[in-house]
């Protein structure tokens, strides 16, 4: 376009010229503006301009504006080299072409005039050229993204999705089609033919797995599986659902800088019982913890568990401030933790937490009864301390719920019990369940003791009931476990270089190391055991710089005052040792405030020397046993008070009592320098205790007292 407009201006030029010249010659000054008039501004011929040999302007075209007349730049060089000369430029904003001709009298160049031109019209055409190409290959790309997402998801994605859907279903083993099937005619048929054969294989190993597990059933000396347990919930419950209810949930939502994080889950009520609901399914009933358990779960607040392979089905209730403070932080943990667990705490009981208290286990009790709402003489698993009230609520209501409620801590003596006002209360409401367990036979037995003085009943001692009400509850004990299946770990380099990791990172470089790991609470004697490990180092200065002790301490309810306080006391004391020991980099206790998760606390457990497992009053304490599941070694020495319900279970470890600093102290030192050969005959002695009743087992009888004497 450019190149067309110069040559028709070069035309344009020629015969202008011939016009133009002999009336400048002759000096017809007039004539030849008039000449310049009639071609003024004509489409896109803005105007002409004729000027003397020195670039004075003679004559230019009305109209024409004085920056383009005095713009003699192509005039000049026109005359200088006696040729014609165009050139565009832009002026007002306005993109011009000017074309300059010399003008001659007897061969000489006397003068010249220019043509201006409209240029502008190029540039409109160039942007529509731009735009409908644009335009075009927007259309193109479009129909091609239509024709490319349609191919995609006809020939691609929906045997992609069908086929992911049937590996699904066969490893959860709801479904036998064969992926193949999905995937015929496809290019994915060669890959969806091989997966289909895993497949049958996987289905073929789980079905011998379930074979053997229903033929070893009433086998008590065969280890329990998750398996065996699949197969023992279909005899005994044959399809009847599952409901657990329980103050604290599985895992836990976190929101962190607008990011959800993977789910955690904290607690030894959670490491019992999650294994048993992985595997018979059913639903879990507990309270929202998280502050992104809304955003993960749907509008009645349930969810999957876990949510790429769903084993269960988790619903969650949310409490308001009010309710948490009263129910949670006043009367479970102010009043009946501290009531229970007889450490020199006074439990505080106020009125409008008990009130809180029995309002939400009301709010516990219609979320039960909503669910199990047309479900015919469902089983329920009540949980601990939280909900000693739901029980007699619910059977009130379903006289044909079979249920048992676990009382995770120790029950203390009827006269340390007397001192709550709501006793009778409370017991009535436990008296509620069909089983009632306990850790130990002597939580049993202060049971039975509390419920004969304090409620009208009839106490069988002989068979380990009461009748109350007309409704009889057995009370037995169920000494909780883990689940450990003494199976090897094929991960256990990974785990290993994890606890160096570790080790490293929380400033660990000595030879020998022990290890605690509790909850930051006052039960657990943390404090107490600080205290046995100055005495060591008093006793034993040879160790110092050769052991540390690492404490995991995870923090715990820190809305209660009290374990606000405990916390700033463990770290204190730890400070007052350290200050007093220390030596260049070494310290002898390395307190970690953080939830570790049990991938991270496994690898550490093979990694000690010793773990000190030292609570003041324990129902239980799966950490110990958790230890002794970690170390398939055979290495390694547990240190247990005798106040945990696992030292009547663990008869390997060194017991202690934990008020007598000394006496941990030696034990320490008898863990240093005990023999290869003895660590390996004890640790064998609790790892084999462990396996032969893991919460597998523990859960068979649990559920197989609820559902045969509901």
């Known amino acids: 376009m450019s190149a067309d407009l110069e040559y028709r ?68 060089k026109a005359m200088d080299g006696d040729k014609n000369l165009g050139e565009f430029t832009r ?48 259309i193109q790309t479009l129909l091609f993204s239509i024709a490319f997402i349609l191919i995609l998801r006809l020939f691609i994605l929906k045997p992609v999705v069908s086929m992911v859907e049937s590996i699904r279903q066969s490893r959860a083993g709801k479904s036998l089609k064969k992926i193949e099937e999905v995937s015929k005619d496809t290019f994915l048929k060669p890959l969806a033919s ?103 779960a749907d509008a009645e607040g349930k969810l999957q568990i876990p949510p790429d392979d769903p084993k269960y089905t988790l619903k969650r209730i949310w409490l308001t401030e009010k309710e948490e403070k009263g129910f949670y932080v006043g009367f479970s943990n102010e009043a009946i933790w501290p009531l229970c667990h007889t450490v020199h705490t006074r439990p505080i009981f106020r009125k409008e937490d008990w009130q809180e208290y029995r309002r939400v ?71 509620g369940a069909d089983v009632l367990g306990f850790h130990t036979q002597q939580y049993c037995n202060n049971f039975m003791e509390t419920v004969s003085k304090y409620v009208e009943s009839v106490v069988d001692l002989e068979q380990f009931s009461i009748m109350h009400e007309g409704h009889l509850t057995h009370i037995k004990p169920f000494p909780i476990s883990i689940a450990f299946t003494n199976t090897e770990n094929k991960e256990q380099d990974d785990r290993e270089k994890i606890g160096k990791e570790l080790l490293l990172k929380f400033g660990i470089k000595t030879k020998y190391v022990g290890l605690g790991v509790d909850r930051m609470d006052y039960t657990k004697g943390i404090l107490e055991r600080f205290r046995a490990i100055e005495i060591f180092f008093d006793r034993n200065p040879s160790y110092k710089k050769q052991l540390a002790f690492l404490q995991i301490a995870s923090p715990s309810r820190e809305g209660v005052e009290r374990y606000r306080e405990f916390s700033q006391e463990v770290t204190d004391e730890a400070e007052r040792i350290n200050a007093k020991l220390s030596a260049s980099d070494w310290k002898p206790i390395v307190l970690v405030k953080e939830h570790l998760s049990h991938e991270e606390i496994f690898p550490l457990y093979r990694k000690t020397d010793f773990c000190l497992i030292t609570p003041l009053h324990d129902g239980m304490n799966l950490v110990s046993k958790e230890f002794v599941a970690a170390r398939n070694d055979e290495s390694g020495v547990l240190i247990l008070s005798q106040f945990a319900g ?17 006496e941990t102290a030696q034990a320490i030192s008898d863990a240093l320098n005990m023999s290869a050969t003895e660590k390996r005959r004890r640790m064998k002695k609790m790892r084999e205790a462990v396996k032969t009743y893991n919460v597998y087992r523990w859960a068979a009888e649990l559920i197989k007292s609820a559902a045969s004497l509901g």
């Open 646 to 662: 696992a030292s009547r279970d663990l008869k390997g470890a060194i017991i202690v009592n934990p008020y007598n600093a000394e």
């Open 9 to 76: 201006t070069s035309l344009l030029a020629d015969s202008f010229k011939e016009s133009i010249e002999p009336y400048y010659s002759a000096s017809a000054i007039e004539t030849l503006q008039k000449v310049l008039d009639r071609f003024a501004d004509r489409q896109r011929l803005m105007g002409l301009a004729v000027y003397d040999s020195k670039g004075g302007v003679v004559a230019s075209s009305a109209g024409l504006s004085q920056k383009i007349v005095s713009s003699t730049a192509v005039v000049e």
């Open 361 to 431: 286990n009301g709010k516990f009790a219609q979320s039960l009864l909503a669910e199990i709402k047309g479900t015919e003489s469902p089983l329920v698993l009540v949980q601990d301390f939280h909900l000693a009230l739901l029980p007699q609520m619910v059977k009130k209501n379903r006289p044909d719920v079979q249920l048992a409620l676990f009382w995770h801590i120790p029950w203390p003596s009827p006269e340390t019990f007397n001192i709550c006002p709501w006793r009778k209360e409370i017991l009535e409401g436990m008296l």
């Open 91 to 138: 002026i007002d904003n306005n993109k011009i072409y000017e074309f300059a001709e010399p003008l001659h009298k007897d061969n000489a160049v006397i003068g010249a005039f220019m043509v201006v031109q409209r240029a502008d019209y190029i540039s409109s055409a160039i942007w529509q050229i731009w735009g409908g190409n644009l335009l075009r290959f927007f």
């Open 194 to 296: 091989e997966i289909s054969k895993m497949s049958v294989s996987l289905f073929q190993a789980r079905s011998a797995a379930s074979e053997e597990a229903r033929l070893r059933l009433e086998k008590l000396d065969t280890p329990w599986t998750a398996e065996r347990l699949k197969e023992f919930i279909k005899v005994y419950l044959k399809g009847r659902k599952i409901f657990v209810v329980s103050n604290r949930e599985p895992c836990v939502h976190n929101k962190i800088k607008n990011v959800i994080q993977p789910p955690i889950s904290i607690g030894g009520m959670v490491t019992a019982v999650e294994p048993i609901m992985e595997a018979c399914g059913g639903m879990w009933i507990a309270q929202a913890q998280g502050n992104a358990d809304r955003e993960t």
